[in-house]
Protein backbone atom coordinates (compact mmCIF):
# COMPACT_ATOMS: atom_id res chain seq x y z
CA UNK A 1 0.00 0.00 0.00
CA UNK A 2 1.35 3.55 -1.01
CA UNK A 3 1.32 5.76 2.68
CA UNK A 4 3.05 8.46 1.03
CA UNK A 5 -0.07 9.88 -0.26
CA UNK A 6 -2.82 10.65 2.08
CA UNK A 7 -5.47 10.79 0.56
CA UNK A 8 -7.72 12.04 3.34
CA UNK A 9 -7.66 15.70 3.39
CA UNK A 10 -5.75 15.90 0.16
CA UNK A 11 -8.67 18.10 -1.12
CA UNK A 12 -8.70 20.42 1.74
CA UNK A 13 -8.35 23.61 1.05
CA UNK A 14 -4.89 25.75 2.15
CA UNK A 15 -5.10 28.94 3.62
CA UNK A 16 -8.93 28.89 2.38
CA UNK A 17 -7.21 28.01 -1.39
CA UNK A 18 -8.59 25.24 -3.13
CA UNK A 19 -6.19 23.16 -4.85
CA UNK A 20 -7.97 20.94 -7.75
CA UNK A 21 -5.91 17.20 -8.45
CA UNK A 22 -3.23 18.07 -5.30
CA UNK A 23 -2.03 14.41 -6.09
CA UNK A 24 -1.37 15.66 -9.52
CA UNK A 25 2.84 15.05 -10.47
CA UNK A 26 5.13 17.82 -11.14
CA UNK A 27 8.20 16.54 -10.13
CA UNK A 28 8.57 12.38 -11.03
CA UNK A 29 10.09 10.43 -8.42
CA UNK A 30 13.76 9.89 -9.13
CA UNK A 31 15.85 6.98 -7.34
CA UNK A 32 16.47 8.80 -4.37
CA UNK A 33 13.44 10.25 -4.07
CA UNK A 34 9.48 10.82 -4.16
CA UNK A 35 7.45 12.12 -6.39
CA UNK A 36 6.39 15.79 -5.84
CA UNK A 37 3.24 16.80 -6.03
CA UNK A 38 1.16 19.94 -6.69
CA UNK A 39 -0.17 19.69 -3.28
CA UNK A 40 3.75 19.56 -1.80
CA UNK A 41 4.01 22.63 -4.23
CA UNK A 42 1.36 24.42 -2.47
CA UNK A 43 2.94 23.43 0.80
CA UNK A 44 6.25 24.55 0.30
CA UNK A 45 4.96 27.79 -0.94
CA UNK A 46 3.25 28.63 2.50
CA UNK A 47 6.74 27.29 4.28
CA UNK A 48 8.64 29.81 2.56
CA UNK A 49 6.13 32.46 1.50
CA UNK A 50 6.89 35.10 4.03
CA UNK A 51 10.63 35.38 3.14
CA UNK A 52 10.24 34.86 -0.95
CA UNK A 53 7.35 37.67 -0.23
CA UNK A 54 9.87 39.90 0.53
CA UNK A 55 12.05 39.50 -2.80
CA UNK A 56 8.69 39.67 -4.90
CA UNK A 57 5.81 41.95 -3.24
CA UNK A 58 5.70 44.85 -4.92
CA UNK A 59 7.60 43.51 -8.09
CA UNK A 60 5.65 42.27 -11.67
CA UNK A 61 6.63 38.97 -11.94
CA UNK A 62 6.70 36.44 -14.41
CA UNK A 63 5.62 32.56 -13.54
CA UNK A 64 6.82 29.57 -15.36
CA UNK A 65 3.66 27.06 -15.11
CA UNK A 66 4.37 23.26 -16.02
CA UNK A 67 0.31 22.06 -15.70
CA UNK A 68 1.64 18.89 -16.46
CA UNK A 69 4.88 18.17 -15.07
CA UNK A 70 8.21 18.96 -15.62
CA UNK A 71 8.10 17.14 -18.45
CA UNK A 72 5.40 18.14 -19.78
CA UNK A 73 5.01 21.77 -21.80
CA UNK A 74 6.40 24.75 -19.72
CA UNK A 75 4.45 27.83 -19.69
CA UNK A 76 6.42 31.15 -19.86
CA UNK A 77 3.26 33.57 -18.40
CA UNK A 78 4.14 37.72 -17.80
CA UNK A 79 0.14 38.78 -17.86
CA UNK A 80 -2.82 37.34 -15.63
CA UNK A 81 -5.31 34.84 -17.77
CA UNK A 82 -8.84 36.24 -16.61
CA UNK A 83 -10.29 33.74 -14.17
CA UNK A 84 -7.26 32.42 -13.20
CA UNK A 85 -7.41 33.58 -9.47
CA UNK A 86 -8.00 36.98 -7.89
CA UNK A 87 -4.98 36.26 -5.36
CA UNK A 88 -2.54 36.48 -8.59
CA UNK A 89 -3.02 40.44 -8.96
CA UNK A 90 -3.19 42.32 -12.45
CA UNK A 91 -0.90 45.20 -12.05
CA UNK A 92 -1.05 48.17 -14.88
CA UNK A 93 2.07 49.21 -16.00
CA UNK A 94 2.15 53.24 -17.47
CA UNK A 95 2.50 52.71 -21.56
CA UNK A 96 2.02 48.52 -21.67
CA UNK A 97 -1.36 47.04 -22.65
CA UNK A 98 -1.06 44.10 -20.44
CA UNK A 99 -1.17 44.21 -16.80
CA UNK A 100 1.40 42.21 -15.19
CA UNK A 101 1.23 39.53 -12.40
CA UNK A 102 1.73 40.31 -9.30
CA UNK A 103 1.73 37.92 -6.29
CA UNK A 104 1.70 40.01 -2.47
CA UNK A 105 0.16 37.13 -0.41
CA UNK A 106 0.94 34.03 0.78
CA UNK A 107 -2.34 32.96 -0.69
CA UNK A 108 -1.52 34.34 -3.99
CA UNK A 109 1.75 32.37 -4.00
CA UNK A 110 -1.05 28.79 -3.02
CA UNK A 111 -3.06 30.06 -6.27
CA UNK A 112 0.00 29.76 -8.23
CA UNK A 113 0.60 26.60 -7.14
CA UNK A 114 -2.90 25.75 -7.92
CA UNK A 115 -2.02 26.83 -11.79
CA UNK A 116 1.28 24.86 -11.29
CA UNK A 117 3.38 27.75 -11.30
CA UNK A 118 6.86 25.95 -10.13
CA UNK A 119 8.64 28.87 -10.72
CA UNK A 120 8.45 32.40 -10.06
CA UNK A 121 10.53 35.18 -11.41
CA UNK A 122 10.34 38.82 -10.40
CA UNK A 123 11.05 41.94 -11.68
CA UNK A 124 14.40 43.87 -9.74
CA UNK A 125 12.47 47.31 -9.42
CA UNK A 126 12.00 49.10 -5.93
CA UNK A 127 8.32 47.48 -5.01
CA UNK A 128 5.50 49.46 -6.21
CA UNK A 129 8.10 51.76 -8.43
CA UNK A 130 8.51 50.19 -11.55
CA UNK A 131 10.70 52.87 -13.31
CA UNK A 132 13.23 52.64 -10.09
CA UNK A 133 15.92 49.95 -9.80
CA UNK A 134 16.25 48.12 -6.59
CA UNK A 135 18.56 45.32 -6.99
CA UNK A 136 21.19 44.72 -9.84
CA UNK A 137 21.82 41.16 -10.41
CA UNK A 138 25.16 39.42 -11.88
CA UNK A 139 24.09 35.99 -13.17
CA UNK A 140 27.45 34.04 -13.66
CA UNK A 141 26.61 31.92 -16.01
CA UNK A 142 29.22 28.89 -16.88
CA UNK A 143 30.01 27.07 -19.96
CA UNK A 144 29.50 23.14 -19.58
CA UNK A 145 33.05 22.51 -18.82
CA UNK A 146 33.66 25.14 -16.21
CA UNK A 147 33.49 23.50 -12.59
CA UNK A 148 31.54 25.13 -10.04
CA UNK A 149 34.67 26.17 -7.65
CA UNK A 150 35.10 29.02 -10.76
CA UNK A 151 31.58 29.98 -10.46
CA UNK A 152 32.24 30.22 -6.48
CA UNK A 153 35.50 32.05 -7.49
CA UNK A 154 33.77 34.06 -9.53
CA UNK A 155 30.96 35.05 -7.38
CA UNK A 156 33.41 36.02 -5.11
CA UNK A 157 35.27 38.58 -7.33
CA UNK A 158 32.15 39.89 -8.08
CA UNK A 159 31.75 40.30 -3.92
CA UNK A 160 34.67 42.48 -3.83
CA UNK A 161 34.80 44.55 -6.82
CA UNK A 162 31.03 45.62 -5.64
CA UNK A 163 32.74 46.31 -1.96
CA UNK A 164 35.58 48.75 -3.74
CA UNK A 165 32.57 50.34 -4.62
CA UNK A 166 30.93 50.83 -1.45
CA UNK A 167 28.18 48.34 -2.07
CA UNK A 168 27.39 44.80 -0.22
CA UNK A 169 26.36 42.10 -1.94
CA UNK A 170 24.71 38.50 -1.26
CA UNK A 171 24.53 35.41 -3.38
CA UNK A 172 22.03 32.48 -4.12
CA UNK A 173 22.03 29.50 -5.60
CA UNK A 174 19.46 29.82 -8.88
CA UNK A 175 18.60 25.52 -8.37
CA UNK A 176 20.46 25.19 -11.76
CA UNK A 177 24.27 25.80 -13.03
CA UNK A 178 24.73 29.27 -11.78
CA UNK A 179 25.02 31.31 -9.39
CA UNK A 180 23.22 34.99 -8.59
CA UNK A 181 25.11 37.98 -7.07
CA UNK A 182 22.75 40.84 -5.83
CA UNK A 183 23.29 43.95 -4.71
CA UNK A 184 21.04 46.92 -3.39
CA UNK A 185 20.78 49.97 -5.08
CA UNK A 186 17.74 51.48 -4.23
CA UNK A 187 19.45 54.60 -2.19
CA UNK A 188 21.40 55.43 -5.53
CA UNK A 189 18.26 56.52 -7.42
CA UNK A 190 18.92 54.64 -10.43
CA UNK A 191 16.90 54.30 -13.51
CA UNK A 192 17.15 50.73 -15.52
CA UNK A 193 18.90 52.96 -17.86
CA UNK A 194 21.69 53.85 -15.52
CA UNK A 195 21.18 50.26 -13.89
CA UNK A 196 21.88 48.41 -17.23
CA UNK A 197 24.37 51.16 -17.75
CA UNK A 198 26.22 49.81 -14.16
CA UNK A 199 26.17 46.35 -14.91
CA UNK A 200 27.22 46.12 -18.33
CA UNK A 201 30.48 48.25 -17.23
CA UNK A 202 31.09 46.31 -14.26
CA UNK A 203 30.72 42.69 -16.02
CA UNK A 204 33.00 44.20 -19.08
CA UNK A 205 35.65 45.13 -16.43
CA UNK A 206 35.79 41.88 -14.95
CA UNK A 207 36.08 40.20 -18.74
CA UNK A 208 38.82 42.39 -19.91
CA UNK A 209 40.62 42.05 -16.65
CA UNK A 210 40.04 38.20 -17.12
CA UNK A 211 39.39 37.23 -20.46
CA UNK A 212 40.34 33.52 -19.95
CA UNK A 213 38.00 33.08 -17.37
CA UNK A 214 35.11 35.48 -18.20
CA UNK A 215 33.22 36.97 -21.17
CA UNK A 216 29.95 39.20 -21.69
CA UNK A 217 28.72 37.86 -25.14
CA UNK A 218 25.79 36.12 -24.72
CA UNK A 219 27.53 33.57 -27.50
CA UNK A 220 27.27 29.90 -26.23
CA UNK A 221 30.13 28.87 -28.88
CA UNK A 222 32.62 31.42 -27.75
CA UNK A 223 31.70 30.83 -23.74
CA UNK A 224 33.53 27.17 -23.83
CA UNK A 225 35.79 27.31 -20.80
CA UNK A 226 34.47 30.66 -19.26
CA UNK A 227 31.98 32.28 -17.46
CA UNK A 228 29.62 34.28 -18.55
CA UNK A 229 28.37 37.16 -16.33
CA UNK A 230 24.59 37.90 -17.46
CA UNK A 231 24.26 41.26 -17.00
CA UNK A 232 21.11 40.81 -18.73
CA UNK A 233 19.13 40.44 -15.95
CA UNK A 234 19.21 44.11 -14.90
CA UNK A 235 16.41 45.94 -17.01
CA UNK A 236 13.30 47.37 -16.29
CA UNK A 237 11.13 43.64 -17.65
CA UNK A 238 14.34 41.82 -16.89
CA UNK A 239 13.67 39.21 -14.46
CA UNK A 240 15.62 36.63 -12.43
CA UNK A 241 14.26 33.95 -10.17
CA UNK A 242 13.71 34.53 -7.08
CA UNK A 243 14.97 33.41 -3.81
CA UNK A 244 13.27 30.10 -2.69
CA UNK A 245 11.50 29.90 -5.90
CA UNK A 246 11.59 26.05 -7.11
CA UNK A 247 12.64 25.82 -10.62
CA UNK A 248 11.00 23.02 -12.90
CA UNK A 249 14.31 20.87 -13.45
CA UNK A 250 14.91 17.19 -12.44
CA UNK A 251 15.17 16.63 -8.54
CA UNK A 252 12.89 20.19 -7.43
CA UNK A 253 15.90 22.33 -6.99
CA UNK A 254 14.97 25.62 -5.25
CA UNK A 255 16.87 28.61 -5.78
CA UNK A 256 18.54 29.37 -2.19
CA UNK A 257 19.95 32.85 -0.48
CA UNK A 258 23.60 31.65 0.97
CA UNK A 259 25.73 33.51 3.25
CA UNK A 260 29.25 34.30 2.34
CA UNK A 261 30.89 31.91 4.64
CA UNK A 262 28.76 28.98 2.49
CA UNK A 263 29.78 30.33 -0.85
CA UNK A 264 33.00 27.79 -0.67
CA UNK A 265 34.46 24.91 -2.00
CA UNK A 266 32.00 21.73 -1.22
CA UNK A 267 28.97 24.00 -2.16
CA UNK A 268 26.69 21.52 -3.65
CA UNK A 269 23.76 23.71 -4.94
CA UNK A 270 21.76 20.66 -5.80
CA UNK A 271 21.41 19.87 -1.91
CA UNK A 272 18.43 22.73 -1.98
CA UNK A 273 15.09 21.65 -2.94
CA UNK A 274 11.65 20.85 -2.06
CA UNK A 275 11.67 18.67 0.57
CA UNK A 276 7.94 17.25 1.07
CA UNK A 277 6.50 17.10 4.46
CA UNK A 278 4.20 14.48 4.84
P1 LIG B 1 21.34 28.91 -14.18
O1 LIG B 1 22.13 28.94 -12.92
O2 LIG B 1 21.13 27.50 -14.67
O3 LIG B 1 21.91 29.83 -15.21
P2 LIG B 1 19.31 30.90 -14.14
O4 LIG B 1 18.05 31.11 -13.40
O5 LIG B 1 20.32 31.95 -13.94
O6 LIG B 1 19.88 29.46 -13.76
P3 LIG B 1 19.48 31.61 -16.90
O7 LIG B 1 19.20 30.77 -18.10
O8 LIG B 1 20.86 32.10 -16.70
O9 LIG B 1 18.95 30.74 -15.66
O10 LIG B 1 18.55 32.86 -16.84
C1 LIG B 1 17.38 32.84 -17.52
C2 LIG B 1 16.63 34.05 -17.07
O11 LIG B 1 15.80 34.46 -18.14
C3 LIG B 1 15.75 33.65 -15.92
O12 LIG B 1 16.22 34.27 -14.74
C4 LIG B 1 14.37 34.13 -16.29
O13 LIG B 1 13.91 35.17 -15.44
C5 LIG B 1 14.47 34.55 -17.71
N1 LIG B 1 13.68 33.63 -18.53
C6 LIG B 1 13.57 32.31 -18.39
N2 LIG B 1 12.73 31.79 -19.31
C7 LIG B 1 12.34 32.83 -20.06
C8 LIG B 1 11.48 32.98 -21.20
N3 LIG B 1 10.85 31.92 -21.76
N4 LIG B 1 11.33 34.19 -21.71
C9 LIG B 1 11.95 35.26 -21.18
N5 LIG B 1 12.77 35.19 -20.10
C10 LIG B 1 12.96 34.00 -19.56
MN1 LIG C 1 22.18 31.96 -14.87
MN1 LIG D 1 21.71 33.92 -17.76
Not at 24 to 37: G, M, Y
Not at 183 to 198: N, P, Q, S
Amino acid sequence: QDTSKPSIGAEAPLRGVRLSSPDKVLWPATKDRLAITKRDLAEYYERVGEKMLEHIRGRPCSIIRMPDGIEGKSFFQRHPVKGQSPLIEAVEIKGDPKPYIRIDTVEGLIAAAQFAAVEIHPWNCVPYQHDKAERLIFDLDPAPDVGFEEVILAAKEVRARLKELGLESHCKTTGGKGLHVTTYVEHLDMDWTEAKGFAREFARVMAVNAPDRYLISMSKEARKGRIFIDYLRNDRKATAVAPYSPRGRPGAPVSMPLSWSQVRNGLDPCRYRIEPIR
